[in-house]
């Protein structure tokens, strides 16, 4: 069952009978970005409250009947979403709102996000009899189409700019793809990518360009949503690089409003590095969207040339929410602080979010009184070197007690505060 309406195009509007085999609008060309509508009164009839109460898949594909996939193949796939949304006990007190939520989507398959995404882009083209699959990533799109590719039996061809994290960039060894290491940053590995893809005619699961891709990451705010019994906090945030996760974000939340399932949309905090920073900067000085330099630790959202730039602005602005630009040193005080009070380990763009968080409180765009949820994105052990930044080395101690107690003794670490 489906209920799939039409594509419509988000550059000129104009709307196309939905074919799985179509990917960006024929009149634009490669901006054309296609959105999926569905017929939500038909939609609504099959999916309300009881139909979340008795489904027992506890993965993204409980949402099934709210996205653009068939079912012949879902029940050999890893099993991806399902991840946990905990309240957090400490960083509430300290940051002084009323509620902090936090996800974790670092706990997926591949560990993070993209696993959402990438999940439905295998199935997809499994559907059009593909068997090769290929994009070009900062690393996680890369590593989990690469890891759930690898579980359905597909190949898969990689780009990936020379600067990705070694942890990311093992991932796709391991899952056996094959990497293109392109030497240049991300705008000229998507080039090469899309040249490549058009030259030998791979499955193209490059974000933005594929329109199932965001329907995939749209499940993350159904879940939250879901997790919250339907009580959304008023702010939802989550960081940006290409914007097709924002945009997943703000779908799902559309799609539970056209459902009459919540009342509201959570006002979209979009979270960027000062190094990379081309949606704040257009928000800011309220101008088109610029090339932006790529110079930032957090290499997600370190995207020069967003993808998915109507979407996300859209996202934002519909929702009422807002833009903001946090520094790679407040990344990694994020990184050091949702560790230590919440246990919750996430790369520099997962724990984007969390940093733009306190500045939004700090510049007042966030109440006291408001409740908070911020995605965090991805594990934090794919980007072990950027984690080294936010520690101090451990003390090396020669093994003896004498030794240990001096220090222990001198830096007055006896007891834990
Ligand atoms: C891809 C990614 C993002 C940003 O998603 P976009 O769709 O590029 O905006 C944020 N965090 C992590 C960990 C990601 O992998
Ligand atoms: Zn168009």
Redesign the pocket.
Known sequence: MSFIKQYRCTLCNQTLDYDKKIMTCPSCGEKGILDIEYDYEAMRKFVDLNYFKQQEDFTMWRYLPMLPIEKKHIHQMLNIGGTPLYRSINLEKVLHIKALYIKDEGLNPSA???DRASGVAVLKAMECGYDTISCSST???ASSLACHAARMGLKTVIFVPKRAPVGKLNQLLIYGSKVISVDGDYKDTFNLSKLAINEYGWYNRN?AINPHLVEGKKTVALEIAEQLKFKLTDWVAV????????AGVYKGFYDLLQLKIIKKIPKLLGVQSTGCSPFVDSYKHNEPLKEAMENTIAD??S?GIPR?PIK?IKAVKKSLGAWIAITDEQILQSMKQLGSNEGIFG?P??VAALAGVKEAIKTKIIKENETVTIIM??NGLKDPLNAQKAVKAPTLVKPRLEDLKQIIEEKGEKRHA
Request: aromatic share 0%.
């Open positions: 993070s996000l993209k690393g996680n799109a974000a960081s940006v690089g290409d914007g097709c996760t924002i997600s959202i995207v998915n996300a790369e763009a997962g994105t991805g």
